[in-house]
């Protein structure tokens, strides 16, 4: 069996055999591009050494030596010679790319002597010796184990006695010294002295990559990553070259179009007399690329061409890394070059019309992430900001704007004029009035699903909740942050108050509370951006929908291409002006006040409906009937008892908060979420369902008369036995029959149920039964699927959990194919056995969610639904699917 | 197609053509038994007729008129003669038992002519009017669909008019006259003359017979018990006979043995001159059985004959209905009788001694619901009460004794030598103490698995919960109920104050209240109750265990029979002396104090597990390390609200109240049973799992040393993910090996989860790599399958549920084999896919309910588990479900 191959043997389609890595430096250097030569030791190399339990297989050491043998001969150069000795990297390359594995090792066979040979060839003993101790300490760290710390540690004790602050002012003969200190902490930890050898620094290295493998760190990843175990990975041995040699040498970091923007243009970061590692550290002010035609005119030239070679092989965007040592270009790696969501799109709209890549090829060139950069405000690439503190996402975009506390404080400031950042310790309904009018939200408390962040996404306003280092003082009207902050190793408490009026920056979509102004950006999708949404919706069979309970965010979603309404809450009706009708209802002590309080929302639920329909005209519309339960319509605990105590302490009564404290006793549950909410609260308060059912079918009545055209789905939520099921649906038969007959008018309509308990998936056959659409509600599916409650395991479980690795990603983000996801299929079959055209969607958080939206595509489901802003991304995640379900397309 | 059968035609085999009831009545006709005659209309009439869109199908009234015409020979009467008329009932009768089905027309065959033939036979013109009065009642009320009501006010005028109290004291007369009223009514409301031709009679009882097949209360009751809606059901014509024609007449009710007792004797009543009515009515006093030898000895003699009979044709004890009509017996219905639980073990006991039925029969005689009124005290069945409220029947057993209202008082007062009632809002850990010295627990809040429940039915103290017509006033120490009284017609509140130191009785298998002190019976399993479960003990393949918490419920448990424990709660560990030092854990702000903290408790958790394993030495304990979230373990919400309202009136601090809140909102949950429990807790908080590990596998090697032979299995609660049951298997086995380590002795023991979320079960087999054992948790299976939290929906949504139908039983007491039921079954398939010799387990509550064993049996399980007082039944239960899956058995 051959275990070594040289660069010039593999190409890139053999990346099980050599790696990624190992495949690529192969490839380029079949395109004949000036690649540093090297070998690369093959996967099968590290199978034998595994199964032969951790020993290296027989004949791989010879093939290594043979190996080195032909690079010196090509090199003409010796590894470890003592006048120009070779000098190699070692990184290991597996198939697919993996952290926790060995990185890099560089300047592979130095040693007292041959570092002499380095320090005259350069003419730079400095350098030489920095090569060296830089050499002992990775080889030392990563290769032998010891820790990086004691390294550390010798290095700022040298510092410290030379009193210096940088350890580029240390000289020569520092770092001499520095190397035989490192050698002598490698003895002492290692209990093995230093290897001069360069042969055998080879061998503990090859050894050291193969180790890695099964380090802990990357088991547990390709647990997660569901990578098999038995695959291996390669080692890639190849020549150092130096940018920092001298003037005449130089490195830098070229892209074939402009990451940024997209342009049609070479772009990059040149440095003359370098190394790698000072472009990427930003110390030293780099050049535009165009600059370095002045310094090196040819080996420009020579950059252009291959640049221009490497973006036609690759059919796309390259990043390469160069450096040119003593006039001669080599290209270190290339790869396919990250991008901006602007440049992404107009890159695969440009390279389509060049004909580089097809239509398929341009919508997979644009990951659907990346469209929340172009539909809100972003914090200006540019800017550097001191973050505060940090919360969670909880609905992309940026603001600024002064503090305000209250929302009548918020709403007030901003209707002089300013803009206004809300800060509550949570919101609640009571606070719609002061959310709407600020420009972001910011919570200390509450989770991804709490008020605030549902309401904020469905808004399109910015917003952080849970951020928990918030202190905030609603009397002082102020919050405040504390800081540990270290300086010259000294640990210090700094605390930050930040009052009514003061401004703040908040990014919604990383979570950082900043105090000032951070400038923002506000990008405007641009032609490229419908021109790709056009493609991928001609690619896609999955309907996107969008979750909607305003007519305004219907107009808005379907100006997004949103094709109907997945989910129209009818509890967001229930909130502001029209709370104390409801609160009527639910305090009403006799059928009368009850059936009062029922026809005052009536008619306000009905002219909401008319608007809904109007926005939606043409496209199917998913009404669910009230879900949560009653008690979140009534004022808080907290808040009704502390006017009770109040009340006592003045002596005096407050019959009214007597009355709501009967009513929140009344209405308490020890676990709302599986409480008397959904179907379940529409059982005991028939009135309720009953009114809204003719509240739609009256709106659809009106529309029609209009001349519209009112596509109307009536959804029960939470339902769990298919006689809940039978009985409402012949609740909403027999009521929208009476609208009918008192209107002498029919429409059509669907009557469905949300499919969000773990039971109505199992029984789905019965409930299809009379059920004519399912949508698939995955926030509670998941919440009771796994048994996490969102509100209690998001800011405390949840992050001990991805840490520790125990998930990979949250379910609530990423739907759960294994448990949540095997649901809903069961539901699709059994539900599409008795009931083939069954309507099936979804409708929870993750109909935005691209992977999950993938899951969508893949089980057969008709539509997913999502907030407004969300819907070009699942257009585009959508098209992806189909995409990648049908195969790779052909390219031009 | 043949569809009237005489009584001789059929026989006991043909229920899905003759009904259940048809079939009995041939069968009896069969063996030559008195049978008043008469025929059956087979169901195949009932289906020609549904398919026909309701319409009678061709030749069946032909038939009917046959049948009549061979009746009337046989019978020497007429149907309608006016001199000696015959005259029949007419009864549905469907294949299985049926309620909303139509019931019974008696009388049938007067009309204004043959009232008067039978007035003159029976010498009785009021008895001929009164059965005509009552014939056109019945007629026009279940035939004819005319409201009873209205009868009723027609009748009750009438007795106002003549000023007399009781229909007995009205003439002929009058109940002629009232016959006339009658049919008005019926002319008005039905819009059809009341139908004088008997013929026309029978053919309306007919039809109506067929239609209520398909009411609204039949098709419910259809659905839910699963008969298929084309069975349709049979119409049973008899002749009628009267044992109130005087006082050669007579009627009664006999069983072949003692239904109380057991006893193999003759039993029953008996009533000369009067109808079967009278005799359940119990206006008149009846004669036991005996006497009716002394006036009807022929016979007496002739039913003694009878009961032996059927009792040998049956092989049980028969429940037979006689009349004796002018000398002259007849039967005229047999069944297999109801008993008492120790009736039912002393027959199976005596009939096998008998060898009229074998050790399997014998066996199936018994229905485990029953042994509960053998294993705890009951209210004496003779005594008379007036409840004054109902609850939850949350631990069952009955109990007499003082009020008190604080766990400190009842200690106190049971110190004295007082038997006691605890009775508070709720109970929590503080107040275990007076729980222990209660004879019975009242509580006017919680539901079926509140604190008081769990804890009163493992301590096999009964207990009522969630009698919320108490209103307890705990600074007055009494509470109050209010009952609406009706006296004369008039409405009442009537309020009842039972004060502290008051005598109550309440009874847990009811759930009712008693002001006062009721008698009580303690039954004392006998030898049958022994005899009985051994022979159930050699069919059953399920093996039974036991949840048990300390060492005397093991113990106990022990001797009904539990062959391990399936669930050892460690929480309860956590409670009573031991809570200040669970809440200094909780409150630890170093991590030394939380140390600290965990020594005291492994001290006091090991040598329980020493008490445990002890009391069940050689066979299966399974621990489940701590499950609830902290916040159970700190006193409630509003306590501690209440400390600092105090302190802040007082204008004093309280320093601790503030610590408590502030560890009260670090722990505080929206929805705790889907919060930071169980597994979640143990990974935030490792040092409380490892200390709980070392305390148990302490406790097995002292076990060990000792002699004994302790069987671990350790249970991670509410696992969701692979990884996480991983992690902690890992972290048992780590601090199991230090145990070994540091002991020198090593013992067996396994590792498993509790699976009890619905993602568990859907990647069981991914678990199962790991879990060397699972046990369902169903309680919150259940509750997160439908979403139901019992704490909310017990009280509120189930009733409602239940009631209108939607839910035949609640998921908590039976478990629900369409949606929870699949789940263990796809765990059971999935973990056994990759472990084989998984050993599973059932330890939620239902592994004491009968039904829900047999779905254990079916699936396969290894065991079930339940509280120690139900040990007795589910070993029977397990029985049953292994001789129904092995059919019938062979009798002598």
Redesign the interface.
């Given at each position: 069996m051959k275990y070594v191959y040289a660069f010039h043997e593999g190409g890139k389609d053999q990346k099980y055999l050599l790696g990624g890595k190992g495949a690529n430096l192969a490839e380029m250097t079949k395109l004949g591009l000036p690649v540093p030569p090297g070998f690369t030791i093959s996967t099968d190399a590290c199978k034998a050494y595994m199964n032969a339990a951790d020993t290296l297989p027989d004949g791989l050491m010879e093939e290594v030596a043979d190996a080195l043998v032909t690079l010196e001969e090509n090199m003409g150069k010796r590894l470890g010679d003592d006048a120009d000795p070779l000098l190699v990297s070692v990184r290991s390359g597996a198939p697919f790319s993996m952290p926790g594995m060995m990185d890099t090792v560089l300047n592979l066979g130095l040693n007292d002597a041959s570092v002499k040979g380095l320090a005259k060839l350069t003419d730079n003993e400095r350098f030489a010796y920095d090569s060296y101790r830089r050499f002992v300490q990775m080889f030392g760290k990563i290769v032998l184990d010891v820790p990086g710390d004691l390294f550390e540690d010798a290095l700022q004790d040298l510092m410290e006695d030379r009193d210096v602050a940088l350890d580029t002012a240390l000289s020569a003969e520092d770092l001499h010294g520095l190397v035989g200190t490192f050698k002598a902490i490698v003895a002492r930890e290692a209990g093995v002295s230093f290897p001069d050898d360069p042969r055998e620094q080879l061998r503990y290295a090859i050894e050291a990559v193969f180790k890695s493998w099964n380090g802990d760190r990357a088991k547990v990843y390709r647990?997660m990553e569901k990578i098999p175990d038995d695959l291996g990975t390669a080692v890639n041995v190849q020549t150092m070259v130096f940018g920092n040699k001298g003037d005449d040498s130089g490195t830098g970091v070229a892209f074939t179009r402009n990451p940024s923007t997209g342009e049609n243009a070479p772009y990059g970061d040149f440095l003359a007399n370098a190394q790698g590692e000072d472009v990427v550290a930003g110390i030293r002010i780099t050049e535009p690329l165009g600059a370095m035609g002045n310094h090196f005119p040819e080996c420009h030239t020579q950059l252009l061409d291959v640049m221009g070679l490497l973006e036609r092989h690759y059919r796309d965007m390259c990043d390469i890394e160069f450096t040119i040592e003593q006039g001669r270009l080599f290209i270190l790696q290339t790869r396919v070059g990250k991008r901006t969501a602007a440049a992404a799109l107009r890159m695969a709209v440009e390279m389509e019309q060049e004909d580089l890549i097809d239509q398929r090829e341009a919508v997979l060139r644009v990951q659907p992430e990346q469209l929340d950069q172009l539909l809100h405000p972003q914090f200006d690439s540019d800017a550097s900001y001191d973050v505060l503190a940090k919360g969670l996402n909880a609905s992309p975009g940026a603001a600024v704007g002064q503090v305000y506390f209250t929302a009548d404080d918020a709403e007030a400031a901003a209707a002089r004029g300013e803009r206004v950042i809300l800060v509550r310790p949570e919101t609640s309904p009571e606070d719609l009035h002061g959310m709407i009018a600020a420009e972001g939200i910011l919570t200390s408390r509450g989770g991804l699903v709490s008020h605030a962040a549902v309401v904020a996404r469905g808004m399109g306003t910015p917003a952080i909740c849970g951020a928990d280092a918030l202190r905030i003082d609603l009397a002082k009207k102020e919050f405040t942050v504390d800081r540990e902050q270290i300086v010259c190793g000294v640990a210090s408490i700094v605390t930050t108050t930040v009052g009514e009026g003061a401004v703040i920056s908040i990014n919604g979509s990383t979570g950082e509370v900043v105090v000032g102004e951070v400038p923002v950006v506000t990008p405007e999708p641009t032609g490229p951006f419908g021109i790709v949404l056009g493609w991928a919706d001609g690619f896609r069979t999955l309907k996107v929908r969008t979750n909607a309970d305003l007519p305004h965010d219907a107009q808005k979603a379907r100006e997004f291409g949103a094709e109907g309404i997945g989910l129209c809450r009818t509890e967001h009706m229930f909130l502001g002006d029209r709370l104390p009708i409801v609160q009527a209802m639910i305090l009403a002590e006799t059928d009368a006040a009850e059936d009062r309080a029922l026809a005052a929302l009536l008619e306000v639920q009905r002219s909401d409906f008319v608007g809904i329909l109007e926005a939606m005209d043409g496209l199917p519309v998913t009404v669910r009937l009230l879900d949560p339960p009653l008690h979140e319509f009534l004022p808080r605990h907290d808040e009704v008892?502390g006017r009770r105590?109040n009340a006592f302490?003045q002596g005096v009564g407050d019959p009214e908060a007597d009355e709501l404290m009967q009513a929140l006793k009344r209405w308490e549950?020890?676990?709302?979420?599986?409480?008397?909410r959904g179907c379940?609260l529409g059982?005991?308060k028939p009135g309720l369902y009953k009114m809204q059912v003719r509240a739609l079918i009256e709106a659809a009545v009106i529309r029609k008369r209009a001349g519209g055209d009112p596509q109307v789905e009536i959804m029960i939520p939470?339902t769990?036995?298919d006689?809940?099921m039978e009985?409402l649906e012949g609740w909403v038969r027999d009521e929208a029959a009476k609208v009918f007959e008192d209107q002498g008018t029919e429409v059509d309509y669907l009557v469905g149920t949300m499919v969000?308990?773990?039971?109505a998936a199992?029984?789905a056959d019965?409930i299809a039964r009379t059920a004519e659409f399912f949508s698939f509600g995955t926030n509670?599916l998941t919440?009771?699927?796994?048994?996490?409650?969102r509100?209690?395991?998001e800011g405390?479980?949840m992050p001990?959990?991805l840490e520790?690795?125990?998930?990979k990603v949250s379910p609530f983000e990423q739907l759960?194919r294994?448990?949540?996801g095997?649901?809903v299929e069961w539901a699709k079959e059994r539900g599409r056995s008795v009931r083939p055209d069954l309507k099936l969607g979804i409708c929870g958080e993750h109909g935005g969610d691209p992977a999950s939206v993938h899951f969508c595509h893949e089980v057969g489901l008709d539509y997913v639904s999502c907030s407004p802003y969300r819907v070009p991304l699942a257009r585009l995640a959508a098209a992806h699917a189909a995409l990648e379900a049908t195969g790779p397309g052909t390219t031009a």
């Open positions: 647990k008892l105590v302490i549950e020890a676990n709302p979420m599986l409480g008397t379940r059982i005991l939470l769990v036995i006689t809940e009985l969000e308990t773990p039971r199992i029984v019965e509670d919440q009771m699927t796994f048994g996490f409650s509100d209690d395991v405390r479980m001990e959990y520790r690795g125990l998930l759960d294994g448990g949540v095997q649901l």
